[in-house]
Structure formats: C-alpha cells, structure tokens
C-alpha cells in the first residue's frame, strides 16, 4: 500500500524468509561460513542457536541457496514436535518423494528408505543435508539419539565423516540438550551463536533492506528515530521490521516524507496495543 509513496519496489520489512533480504551482521555472517564449511566438507553435524526473532529462517535458507550442486538432497523439518517414528517416517518422506506409502509403514521401514537413498546418493558422490528448525524441542521427544543414528547410515561407502550432515538449529537452550548427549555432541563440527544488532548494526540493517527493496536515497528515518528503533526493538530484526513496517504506513498516511521520533512512537504505542489486545 504505501510502496507508491516511497519509490519501493516492495516491502522491505515484509518478515517472510527472503534470501534476497539477508544481511551479513558479524554475527549472521560468521555463522553463515561455518555453516557453509560443514556442509561444503560433509561433515556430520553444525549447529545454530539464536533467541527468537534473529532471523535463523532466512540464514539457513541463505545457506541452502547458495550450495554447490553436489550437495542433493537438502531436507527441512520446520515441524519437529513428533515422536521419533513419526518424525523418522517424515523426513523418509522428504528424502524419497516419489516412493509408495507403502514404503513410510514403521520405524524399521523409514530407517531402510532413508539408508537405500544415502546409499544411492554416496554413490552419485553426493551429500545430503537434513535441517531440524526448533531443534529444542526434540529433546523432549526423545528425537536426538535417533537423529544421531542416522549419521552411522552408509557411512562405509564415504570417506567424509557421513552420508549427510545433520544441522540442528534451535533456542539457545538447544546448547544444554547436546550437552547432555555425549555422543551427538563429538561430532558436532561448529557451533553457531547468533547475536542482537548494535546501534550501528541496527541503522545498516534498515538501509540494506530498504536498498534491497529498491531505495536508492538518503535514509528517511532521522537520527532520533533511529535510536528509538534501537531501543524499542533491543536490535532483534523480527521486531526491526515490524516497527519498521509499521511506521511506513504511519508516514505514509499521514502523507510525510520523513519518519521521525513521533512516527515510531505512534507506531510501537499501535505495536504495543495488538500485543496487549492478543
């Protein structure tokens, strides 16, 4: 809606995970090569943790985009709430698509299915990756040792540490469940912490998305609505961009062509109300 008004080419705040959005914090980039090594050199297991709301969504898929073509098949869990059957019985599902149901019945037929296309793909020297999103919560499934055991699959037919290279990618709490299993842990070949933005972070990261969004002038938040940005949001992109967003259209319907400190005040108080009312 308010795209016209400014010379946008799109949302630039939209919070949907765009590749073409993402932007290298020292942090997020730091994590993003790491977990570009362990999967490029098939290693067995990375990690990334982050509080909610630091955009592990859009590095993964950042990563993903940008993997050489040998790495085949990519495999994402975003719903790993399941008994580890269940779970086991979907990422077979994800691995081999074009497979019978028959194929999916228990645990036993799931792990074969698994193992028979890491077979395979070894054989057409390639890698796969599976990515548990909110990998915190399999600890209380029970889903870590069998995830585990997967990495031991046709592990005689590579010479790199595994078949596929598991990424788990969770709350910070994730850290402690690994810790309390010894043997996932060892084969964990990087960790990834990502952090909140700084000020200046803050102020580079709205100029990127809005340049991303085709923005091509000088910024249109003043200073002082810059610091109330960092203030109000602690550096967190997902709440940058809803206040961001927000105070778009507030400009925009109140027809300035600058955002001040009042616009993101009148914005956070809208923020803050929805949040209350919810």
């Not at 999967?39 to 050489?68: H, M, N, W, Y």
């Not at 691995?95 to 028959?102: C, F, M, N, V, W």
């Not at 994730?174 to 933005?197: G, K, T, Y």
């Amino acid at each position: 809606m308010y795209q016209e008004h400014w010379g946008l080419q799109g949302r630039p705040f939209d919070s949907r995970p765009d590749a073409a959005f993402y932007f290298p914090s020292e942090s997020h980039q730091a994590a993003f090569l790491k977990l570009h090594f362990a999967i490029e050199s098939r290693r067995s297991v990375a990690v990334i943790c982050g509080e909610p709301g630091l955009g592990k969504t859009l590095l993964l898929d950042t990563v993903f985009s940008q993997l050489p073509e040998f790495i085949a098949p990519t495999i994402r869990v975003v719903y790993p709430a399941l008994p580890p059957d269940q779970l086991l019985r979907y990422i077979a599902r994800q691995i081999a698509p074009h497979e019978g149901s028959d194929t999916f019945g228990g645990m036993g037929q799931s792990i074969e299915t698994i193992e028979r296309i890491l077979r395979h793909n070894t054989g057409d020297d390639q890698h796969a990756v599976i990515a548990i999103d909110e990998a915190h919560l399999l600890e209380h499934f029970g889903s870590l040792e069998p995830l585990r055991l997967l990495l031991n699959l046709a592990n005689e037919l590579t010479e790199a540490e595994s078949a596929m290279t598991l990424v788990l990618s969770g709350s910070p709490t994730l850290l402690s469940h690994l810790a309390r299993q010894p043997a996932l842990e060892d084969r964990i070949a990087v960790r990834c912490v990502l952090e909140r933005f700084g000020k200046e972070e803050t102020i580079a990261y709205i100029r990127h998305r809005l340049q991303s969004a085709g923005w091509n002038q000088p910024l249109m938040f003043d200073e002082e609505a810059m610091g109330l940005i960092q203030e109000m949001t602690s550096g967190v992109p997902r709440r940058i961009n809803r206040l961001c967003d927000l105070a778009l259209m507030v400009a925009y319907a109140q027809d300035k062509s600058r955002i001040d400190a009042c616009t993101i005040e009148t914005a956070n108080a809208e923020l803050t109300s929805r949040s209350v009312a919810a």
